[in-house]
């Protein structure tokens, strides 16, 4: 049971009643003929239970995408039912409006339309409608809620996806010319061509312009069907904050934008997600969904403050190939990949293949206090401003101090902020295949 608006209007009426009869009474009286009202308007309300629901939309959607889901109202019973009923999702899922009113006949039905605007990713779940029966005075109803099992799989944004055509036509042009006239550890033969003045003459194919008479050279083309092994953190070196949003969704972004890439390019792709155990692997079938199948894989798994097992990441590489393969590793650089281990499985990783390591570099805004953010350091503070300076630069020693023991045992390492770090590890990439070092 609820009461309803116009039952408060009315009990205001004992107001003036009280005015009029100075009795206490008479106010009585008729608040309590108005809670009798109130109480046989609902007895007299349609059940809830005979109001259907049916709901139809897409299973999923990406973050920031509206996702329309349409609901068909059926009244089974024989009366008129008028009221509201209220669809409970998760605030982040931003439903709008989640509030409906409708009018049905017995035995009719009737359709209404939201959108759901999830602003995180990972499966979002209805708890439960709520439906409310006006009476028929108009002073009260019947209230019911019943569970629900709808839900919406929510994908990663793929943001980076701006970035993917520019370096795609980069990728082609590196293919649709006369490459390389030299060949290189990852490059493959790719035709003859007649020499000309200021070609390498150690290019120059002596049996074939022999035998055709005139000069010729080999040209080269950066090798396809290579492996590209990508290792996103999601322990805490994922789980770091970087702005509003935790470092792991930035190794989403990276992770996608390298796996379309990697694809356009012709080579095998396969993308692993860990803290102390694998969260999800996932490897290129040669098919057209492989963004669809990584987001799907990426929607549901959250950092964690777990230290990562890269023993475990080193034999799931191990286990994968056997080839040299370039391998991204996707961490925050800092004393946590010492502690983590990360620098004692790296030197097993870069004597097979060549490893390129993607860290999210923070602002320095990041590192104040949200107090601070929204009050300004004061003339005095000037002790805690030197603190804080001290601290800052002691972080940056030592983020550098790892960097260097990384590129000591053969690894390249790149440093960008959260949007960069994508459209800068795919151009790494691409420059490893214009110099034939895949």
Not at 143 to 154: F, P
Not at 283 to 305: K, Q
Not at 309 to 320: C, G, H, M, P, V
Not at 351 to 358: A, E, K, N, Q, Y
Request: aromatic share 6%; net charge positive; with cysteine.
């Amino acid at each position: 049971m609820y009461i309803r608006f116009s039952a408060a209007v009315v009990s205001l009426v004992g107001i003036f009643v009280a005015l009029f009869t100075s009795s206490l009474a008479a106010v009585a009286l008729f608040e309590c003929v108005l809670a009798l009202a109130c109480l046989m308007d609902a007895a007299l309300a349609p059940s809830p239970k005979q109001l259907s629901f049916q709901r139809e939309a897409a299973p999923s959607t990406r973050v920031h995408i509206a996702l329309e889901q349409t609901f068909t109202l059926s009244n089974t019973s024989t009366r008129r039912m008028c009221g509201q009923w209220r669809d409970a999702w998760p605030p982040s899922a931003d439903v709008n409006p989640n509030r409906h009113s409708f009018n049905l006949a017995p035995g009719a039905t009737m359709s209404t339309t939201s959108t759901i605007t999830p602003r995180r990713r990972g499966t979002r779940k209805s708890e439960h409608i709520t439906v409310r029966l006006h009476g028929p005075l108009g002073l009260a109803g019947r209230q019911s809620s019943r569970a629900t099992l709808w839900d919406v799989r929510v994908l990663p944004a793929f943001s980076s996806r701006k970035h993917l055509p520019a370096r795609v036509s980069r990728l082609r042009e590196l293919e649709g010319r006369a490459l390389l006239l030299t060949r290189g550890q990852g490059t493959e033969f790719d035709s003859l061509r007649e020499y000309v003045a200021g070609d390498d003459v150690r290019a120059i194919d002596w049996r074939s312009t022999a035998r055709l008479g005139t000069t010729v050279v080999r040209t080269w083309r950066p090798e396809r069907d290579r492996r590209v092994i990508i290792v996103a953190d999601s322990g805490r070196g994922g789980a770091l904050r970087i702005g509003e949003n935790p470092a792991f969704d930035a190794y989403i972004e990276t992770s996608l934008l390298m796996a379309a890439l990697a694809g356009r390019a012709g080579d095998r792709v396969r993308v692993l997600t860990l803290d102390s155990q694998v969260r999800s692997a996932l490897t290129d079938s040669r098919g057209t969904g492989m963004i669809n199948r990584l987001g799907e894989a990426f929607a549901d798994v959250e950092p964690s403050l777990e230290a990562t097992d890269w023993q475990l990441a080193a034999s799931d590489i191990d286990r994968f190939t056997r080839q040299r393969a370039l391998v991204i590793v996707l961490t925050t650089v800092g004393l946590s990949a010492i502690s983590d281990g990360l620098l004692d499985v790296l030197p097993k990783l870069t004597s097979r293949h060549t490893v390129l390591i993607g860290s999210v570099q923070r602002a320095k805004a990041d590192l104040l206090p949200d107090s601070l953010k929204v009050h300004p350091l004061k003339a005095g503070d000037d002790a805690f401003q030197a603190f804080q300076t001290a601290a800052d630069a002691r972080s940056e020693l030592e983020v550098a101090a790892v960097i260097r023991n990384l590129q000591q045992l053969g690894a390249t390492v790149i440093q960008a902020g959260a949007d960069e770090l994508p459209p800068a590890i795919a151009d790494a990439y691409i420059e490893l295949k214009a110099h034939g070092k895949l």
